[in-house]
């Protein structure tokens, strides 16, 4: 397993501003998403960060509005630009640990934001 | 396209009440089946992945086991602490991501 950290913890902030996320592991990984918990729903997949590349983002989400980056193995950002309250979520980032063809996927505790 | 579907969205037990939850899924080729434990304002925490059907595995209260189109987390004689939203997922698409289903909420009262 690995012990992730995300910063902020919690944050609000005003319409058309941004924020940056970020998620600290404390071990190498290759493989580092970003999801989205909207209140009350379950988790929906924001992007694959891609060291040393640009991040794979999925349907709905594009890259100005959520620009990502993975300067190393250990650490990415993830930024949520001029926000709308719509915005307001949980941000999660995740890492992945395989062996062979089984594998654990562990989340951070989450970045609350709070769009006013 | 894969789906998950979990089942009751909501469950409250009387402590020692055991019960299952329910996670069925339509995916071409099985690569796992993930479930998670999460307490309000926290990240999910990892319990198990399956990834056979037969295959079952322990944690504490909680059993889990997968059949080709279902799998059920059990949960016998819960306290009040086992109380949070349980997460079944499955990997999305060809790569190692996971498609989430919306969960079960689980409350247990003394």
């Known amino acids: 397993s690995a012990v992730i950290s995300q910063k902020p913890s919690r944050d609000i902030c005003q319409r058309g501003t941004s924020l940056t996320i970020q998620c600290q592991v404390d071990?190498?990984?290759?493989?580092m998403f970003w999801y989205r918990q909207q209140p009350g729903q379950s988790l929906t997949l924001i992007a694959t960060?891609?060291?040393?590349?640009?991040?794979?983002?999925e349907s709905g989400f594009v890259i100005d509005k959520f620009p990502i980056s993975r300067p190393n193995l250990t650490f990415s950002t993830l930024t949520v630009s001029n926000m709308s309250p719509e915005d307001s979520s949980i941000y999660l980032c995740?890492?992945?640990?395989?062996?062979?063809?089984?594998?654990?996927?562990?989340f951070g505790p989450g970045t609350r934001l709070t769009v006013t | 396209e894969d789906q998950v579907t979990q089942s009751p969205e909501a469950l409250r037990l009387q402590e020692g009440e055991s019960s299952s939850l329910n996670c069925s899924y339509t995916?071409?080729?099985?690569?796992?089946l993930f479930w998670y434990r999460q307490d309000p304002g926290k990240g999910p925490e990892f319990l198990f992945t399956?990834?056979?059907a037969g295959e079952e595995k322990e944690k504490e209260r909680l059993k889990a086991t997968l059949t080709k189109k279902e799998s059920f987390l059990h949960i016998t004689a819960p306290k009040p602490e086992d109380s949070a939203t349980y997460l079944c997922?499955?990997?999305?698409?060809?790569?190692?991501?996971?498609?989430f289903g919306k969960g079960t909420s689980l409350l247990v009262t003394p």
């Open positions: 995916v071409s080729g099985l690569r796992g």
């Open positions: 071990s190498q990984v290759t493989m």
């Open positions: 960060a891609n060291q040393g590349s640009e991040a794979t983002y």
């Open positions: 997922a499955v990997p999305a698409n060809s790569g190692y991501a996971l498609n």
């Open positions: 399956l990834y056979s």
């Open positions: 995740s890492v992945v640990f395989s062996a062979g063809e089984s594998y654990e996927q562990y």
